[in-house]
């Protein structure tokens, strides 16, 4: 028989926790060594992070960033092996607040926001103006979103060697939009192209983001602007009229004149449910003033038959009128419930 007076507390095996023995803390590491760095690219969850000495090292998503996604254009801060040599990751362990954010929906019915890129100045919107043809509601979509975020807009046309600008430039230029014809591949490359050149100019000191249907354009710019991008360039089927995707994901560029630029891939769709129509609106000083003034509560802006008092403001001129014509135009875009 077993004398179990022998036998105390220490003489007892306890099977070690599958997690671990170490407590868990909500303290997490200050990082006080961390670097600055912004996002450049995004691919399957690893992160090419330019850092603020121009190295551009490989990094992944730290634990304590939990869901928060990273886009181009995040600032963050990173530690681990920022030397840039070949093999070796880093860890982003911050991504600083955000001063801008351009999103997109898959739908005007999809709750789910898509942020496309962080902290960008404008958006280019990048159109042909044939093969294929241009495409009004896409553009009026891009504006809005663009618009909504607090960025400047451009409307580059491409292609002006195959049809006339005349009518696009009517319908946006009310809105104040710079609007640029461009045809890279005349005689004498792009520096023989005014519009390119102007198009190079817009750039300078600032973060743009290229948008587009496939097939427009958008990476014989890229390759014209970033002369060893390498991006892809593709064709217009000429059954659909659609360009192949070439560029299948975004990135971010320096141009060598000044200024950054970020190609993304082709849409086919815009969506626009994380917009709302009032804060639109107010995207437009001038605009803005004359509804909080003279329209009725709850006013949609749609016509003077519902109500809406900007036809009173807008009265003979001919730049109010068309302003407001071109920014109902955006409104019922937004409303329609349609994607383009």
């Given amino acids: ?182 045809s890279v591949k005349r005689d004498g490359g792009p520096e023989a192209d005014p519009g390119f050149v102007r198009f190079r100019e817009e750039l300078h000191g600032l973060t743009t983001v290229l948008v587009g249907y496939s097939g427009v354009g958008k990476s014989t710019l890229v390759n014209a602007l970033v002369p060893d991008a390498g991006r892809a360039v593709g064709v217009v089927n000429d059954v659909t009229g659609r360009g192949r995707h070439t560029s299948t994901s975004a990135i971010r560029y320096e141009v060598p004149t000044g200024g950054w630029i970020v190609d993304t891939p082709g849409v086919r769709s815009f969506g626009l449910a994380h917009v709302d129509p009032e804060r639109f609106i107010h995207a437009f000083p001038d605009v803005s003033e004359a509804t909080d003034e003279r329209c009725p509560r709850g006013c949609t802006h749609e016509s003077a038959e519902l109500g809406c008092e900007l036809d009173a403001w807008a009265g003979d001129d001919p730049a109010r009128r068309a302003r407001v014509d071109s920014i109902r135009r955006l409104l019922a875009s937004r409303a329609a419930g349609e994607t383009y």
């Fill in 1 to 182: 028989m077993s004398d179990w007076s022998r036998y105390d507390e220490s003489d007892a095996r306890v099977r070690p926790s599958r997690r671990g023995s170490r407590p868990r803390t909500k303290i997490r590491p200050a990082h006080e060594e961390a670097v600055d760095g912004t996002v450049i690219a995004v691919d399957r969850g690893r992160y090419t992070v330019q850092v603020h000495d121009g190295e551009v090292v490989m990094a992944v998503k730290a634990r304590e960033l939990g869901r928060r996604g990273l886009v181009i254009g995040d600032r963050v801060k990173v530690v681990g092996d920022v030397t840039g040599e070949p093999d070796t990751l880093a860890r982003v362990v911050r991504r600083l607040e955000r001063r801008s954010s351009l999103s997109r929906t898959a739908d005007d019915t999809d709750p789910t926001e898509r942020v496309i890129v962080a902290n960008a100045d404008q958006l280019a919107i990048v159109t042909a103006l044939a093969d294929p043809e241009p495409n009004a509601r896409m553009v009026d979509r891009c504006l809005v979103a663009a618009f909504d975020a607090g960025m400047t807009a451009l409307l580059v046309l491409t292609k002006a060697d195959l049809a006339s600008a005349d009518e696009l430039r009517a319908a946006y230029e009310p809105l104040g939009v710079t609007v640029i014809e461009t």
